[in-house]
């Protein structure tokens, strides 16, 4: 895990346009640049430098966790509860060399099967092949360590470089009316086609979604959409070798006993991290006046069923029709969807809402909201389309990108390592528990 990136801070309301062949930067239709543009171009640069070129020519030479080395430092027979226990990780490639670079995704937890408690570590990368991990021993009794290499740091520079090089992942067909039938064609966030296409723009933040015009049917006609994965990869067969589900989460830790945590009678301070505040449900409470509304996201919103385009809308449009006022609440969830596209898309996205909710807060300081982070998921999915690197990415950038805002944050990220569900549907009992920090946090 790096740390954070220091960056500086219903009816649909689209035009139908139709255009005869594919713009040059369908995404920014504006020649010259805008603010958005700019913040954008800033980012992608800090996330550059945050995920360097790492090539290689062989399996051997990326991260190990076999042959890599946890210490703790200062071991001790017994711990305090407070105590936080240090490890210095060095890692090695396969044939147990040191590495001298960092970039390795690296997820820590701590767990106690008996207590059913469990907490998220802190990785700190000296981006030398050292790396310290930080865990607060939250509670008394026996206490298991991991330490998972999700990613070697020469995958990581894979994934991120793949991410960025196409839009193609995951095809839509869009359904158009046509009298008593249908026509289907495709659809894309980009269309490489001379064909006639179909423009659906929000013209206000300037994110466009195209179709290709079915013959003698207007763009107003569209109806449905649905989606579907593509077989396409940006890796090399080499780096795809990396993503074998037997390469992805091995623990470094193996041979670590678990250590044993006693209340001592030392008072301590204990770092209870920022949760932060956050999850939706449907509800309606006539009694107390209450009613719980629901909004999809527009595109990218995948799914294998097919879905009414009627029912989605850019969330930056409904913010803008949100009065306002102490007894709102606002919450906000953008990440799974947006996985398998160059980041640029979720960027955009997540700045154009930033902006909504910086116009909805100056016209009502006193609305409340809420941004919940992405959850984790499942290390035998999809890695080039759906891996948790993309959704760290995410997580950092949508921080930083509301870190000037009066909000708040649940950590889904944060509570799903903490709980090690590796679900992007996580248990019930999980999902409970953000919904208790939520209704604490509003009342």
Request: aromatic share 8%; hydrophobic share 35%; charged share 20%.
């Amino acid at each position: 895990l790096w740390t954070a990136l220091k960056l500086p801070i219903s009816l649909h309301h689209w035009n139908d346009i139709m255009k005869s062949s594919h713009p040059e930067a369908p995404l920014n239709p504006v020649v010259s640049p805008t603010e958005t543009e700019l913040r954008i171009k800033k980012i992608m640069e800090e996330l550059n430098q945050l995920v360097p070129p790492r090539p290689f020519t062989h399996k051997n030479t990326t991260t190990s966790a076999t042959h890599s080395r946890a210490t703790i430092l200062n071991p001790q027979d017994t711990y305090c509860k407070g105590d936080q226990l240090d490890i210095l990780l060095e890692v090695r490639d396969h044939l147990g060399r040191r590495k001298k670079y960092g970039g390795d995704f690296l997820r820590a937890r701590m767990s106690s099967p008996t207590l059913k408690a469990g907490a998220s570590g802190k990785v700190t990368d000296f981006n030398n092949g050292t790396y310290l991990v930080s865990f607060t021993l939250f509670w008394e009794g026996q206490v298991s360590l991991s330490l998972l290499l999700i990613h070697p740091s020469e995958g990581v520079s894979a994934l991120w470089r793949a991410r960025n090089q196409g839009y193609d992942r995951v095809i839509f067909t869009g359904q158009f009316a046509s009298g008593t039938s249908h026509v289907n064609t495709d659809c894309a966030l980009v269309l490489n086609s001379s064909a006639e296409l179909c423009r659906y723009l929000d013209a206000q933040d300037q994110e466009a979604f195209y179709c290709m015009k079915p013959p003698h049917v207007p763009c107003a006609a569209l109806t449905h959409m649905r989606s579907k994965n593509k077989q396409v990869s940006y890796l090399s067969k080499q780096e795809r070798s990396l993503f074998e589900r037997s390469n992805v989460g091995v623990e470094i830790m193996d041979n670590f006993d678990a250590i044993s945590v006693s209340k001592c009678n030392t008072l301590k301070s204990v770092d209870l991290h920022e949760f932060g505040k956050f999850q939706h449900q449907l509800a309606v409470d006539l009694d107390r006046n209450i009613n719980i509304q629901w909004q999809k996201h527009a595109y990218p919103l995948i799914g294998s069923l097919t879905y009414s385009v009627k029912e989605i809308e850019y969330l930056a449009r409904v913010i803008d029709r949100t009065g306002g006022e102490k007894n709102t609440i606002i919450v906000i969830s953008l990440g799974q969807h947006f996985r398998p596209f160059p980041i640029d898309i979720f960027i955009r996205r997540a700045l154009n809402v930033h902006k909504a909710v910086q116009r909805l807060l100056l016209r009502s300081p006193d609305t409340m909201v809420i941004i919940k982070a992405e959850n984790i998921r499942e290390m035998n999915t999809d890695v080039e389309r759906f891996g948790d690197f993309h959704g760290y990415i995410q997580y950092l950038a949508i921080k930083d990108i509301f870190r000037d805002l009066n909000v708040g944050v649940i950590d889904a990220w944060d509570i799903t390592i903490a709980y090690g569900t590796n679900n992007v549907h996580p248990p019930q009992s999980v999902v409970r528990n953000q919904i208790n920090i939520l209704l604490n946090y509003i009342c």
